[in-house]
């Protein structure tokens, strides 16, 4: 069965950093594509970052471009977000998502999320 | 980079049959996997539809998923509306420059 748990959200102040992880079970992580997805309260679904199973990436949204890190251990099958600079609106629940394969562009499986709250 | 337009609600009563469309405003809908997801109040979201129109294990196959390239959009219907029904949808799709774009979201209510 696949799973995704997601851990390491919280309250950090402006300009600090968090490193977001989620452990995968049920696959081999290194295997599929692998993508960050967060929500702000109230608002929809946002990309953040995609790490590709195969060829290209990483990608990074816009927003976060310069601040964020994808990154993944392949011998403990988890995926991580280095977050610096953080700032109010990156406030939301953070989700770690899978694809169907290798290849960005869809997701199959949902974590259950991670709140990060940036205030001071 | 593209967009994918929902309307922002739609409303129907139980045991009718409703439709959530989801239009693609450049490059070829049927060129790129559109998917589909549920997500309930206070809750994570789960994947109902993914690659156009396959169900993942355990979602009932009251929900199916098409594509029209006539009006370049996707379209999810739920048929046999029950009240755990009663979600936010939202639908995603990819090009080869954005890995991961949503709509904005539709909210369901079942009457």
């Known amino acids: 069965e696949v799973q995704l748990l997601e851990s390491g959200g919280g309250l950090v102040q402006p300009g600090g950093s968090l490193r977001l992880s989620c452990a995968a079970s049920g696959f081999r992580s290194s295997n599929y594509a692998m993508n960050w997805v967060r929500q702000a309260p109230g608002k929809g679904l946002e990309w953040v970052s995609t790490?590709?199973?195969?060829?290209?990436?990483?990608f990074y949204a816009d927003s976060v471009k310069g601040r964020f890190t994808i990154s993944r251990d392949n011998s403990n099958n988890t995926l991580y977000l280095q977050m610096n600079s953080l700032r109010a609106e990156d406030t939301a629940i953070y989700y770690c998502?899978?694809?169907?394969?290798?290849?960005?562009?869809?997701?199959?499986?949902w974590g259950q999320g991670t709140l990060v709250t940036v205030s001071s | 980079n593209f967009l994918l337009t929902q309307p922002h609600s739609v409303s129907e009563s139980p045991g009718k049959t409703v439709t959530i469309s989801c239009s693609r405003s450049?490059?070829?809908?049927?060129?790129?996997?559109v998917q589909w997801f549920q997500q309930r109040p206070g809750s994570a979201p789960t994947t109902v539809i993914y690659e156009d129109n396959l169900r993942p294990s355990g979602v009932p196959d009251r929900f199916s998923g098409s594509i029209d390239g006539s009006s370049n959009s996707a379209s999810l219907t739920i048929s046999g509306l029950k009240p755990e029904d009663e979600a936010d949808y939202y639908c995603?799709?990819?090009?080869?420059?954005?890995?991961?774009?949503f709509g904005g979201g539709t909210q369901l209510t079942v009457l």
């Open positions: 790490i590709s199973g195969s060829e290209g990436g990483p």
């Open positions: 998502t899978k694809a169907v394969t290798a290849l960005w562009g869809t997701i199959h499986y």
């Open positions: 995603q799709s990819y090009d080869s420059l954005n890995p991961v774009v």
């Open positions: 450049s490059g070829n809908i049927a060129s790129h996997y």
